[in-house]
């Protein structure tokens, strides 16, 4: 007999933010949705009281175990420990960091002992992290150091239901980009892809659709010769070792409708290039997903909208999308090990 799928693991996010208030309205809606079970680490009080304040009817059980977890979800939030102060939404506070930081680690803790099923985490604020200790670039840096990965080995993918994009190059200047790029690096992040696509996705045989990096994929040189000495070779290699694989693409031209019929997912050369066609075309429904770790992990693709956090008009669609998408991938994990 089949084992029962362990509970997913949510981080909190920032309490300030939008994360307590679509967490909550992900729950409310886990059974028109098919969610699976999953619970929230630390933050009852917040998640509660953000409910509360937008009139959202929300039980909210504190339990002491992830096992627990399933028997509550049906008629409760259930959130594991972590007592939390009050915060007011749309104002972070270093308190409010320290929470989000230490629901990250536990979360992240109890995925890698084998006690969640997956990982999903709410939108953190990274400038307000920094402040109490953080020193990633981003939560998938902090989760391929957690891994003891090195960094190029968690690779980011935005998906949604019109596309999959992934940077090969993400946090850094614009300017670095180009240094940054290499033969080695786009094959190595390309494998990456390709496995967790046969792994997590399901696809026997990935189509992988490479990005250039200048205007006209450099037009034979006239405007950039990374595609040449770079780029081109990269995905050489790569049909050498049997992986399916086209480009280099213009980059305007590679996310067209018709266009996107011939790729299961685009590797774009720097951050902009993959999140702007894939908030254009999914933003309320788009998820990153961090592909080359021993867990899945998942969150929305979206910050955390001080801005608009506590008016009850944030969209928990991305939220919803991250939860479904972590519970089939961890069950294809579990079935396939």
């Not at 890698?112 to 953080?134: D, R, Y």
């Not at 200047?173 to 690096?185: M, Q």
């Not at 299961?264 to 066609?277: E, R, T, V």
Request: charged share 20%.
């Amino acid at each position: 007999m089949t084992p029962a799928p362990l509970p997913l693991a949510v981080s909190l996010g920032d309490p300030a933010g939008i994360g307590p208030e679509i967490i909550a309205a992900a729950w409310a809606r886990r059974d028109a949705e098919a969610l699976a079970p999953f619970f929230v680490v630390g933050g009852a009080g917040v998640i509660a009281s953000s409910a509360q304040s937008l009139g959202m009817p929300l039980p909210v059980e504190r339990i002491t175990n992830p096992s627990h977890a399933a028997q509550v979800f049906g008629r409760a939030l259930p959130v594991l420990g972590l007592e939390d102060d009050p915060f007011r939404p749309g104002e972070p506070t270093e308190n409010g960091a320290r929470l989000a930081l230490h629901s990250l680690e536990r979360a992240t803790q109890l995925a890698l002992e084998g006690e969640a099923g997956a990982l999903v985490t709410a939108p953190i604020a990274k400038s307000e992290l920094a402040k109490v200790g953080f020193d990633h670039p981003g939560q998938t840096e902090f989760l391929a150091s957690a891994c003891s990965l090195d960094q190029r080995d968690a690779v980011m993918m935005l998906a949604g239901p019109s596309l999959r994009a992934v940077p090969l190059t993400v946090h850094c200047a614009l300017a670095e980009v180009p240094g940054r790029l290499s033969v080695e690096l786009i094959c190595h992040r390309a494998r990456i892809v390709a496995r967790a696509l046969q792994r997590d996705f399901g696809l026997e045989r990935p189509c992988l659709a490479v990005c250039g990096l200048n205007p006209h994929a450099g037009e034979d040189g006239r405007f950039g010769d990374e595609e040449q000495r770079i780029i081109a070779p990269a995905i050489e290699v790569l049909r050498d070792e049997g992986y399916e694989v086209s480009g280099p693409h213009p980059g305007d031209a590679l996310f067209t409708p018709r266009a996107r019929t011939t790729f299961d997912a685009a590797l774009a050369m720097y951050h902009d290039q993959a999140l702007i066609p894939l908030k254009a075309l999914d933003f309320d429904e788009g998820v990153n997903v961090t592909l080359g770790l021993p867990i899945v992990r998942t969150s929305p693709d979206h910050g955390t909208a001080f801005d608009i956090a506590g008016k009850a008009i944030a969209d928990p669609g991305a939220m919803i999308a991250a939860l479904r998408m972590a519970g089939e991938m961890a069950q294809r994990r579990a079935r396939h090990g």
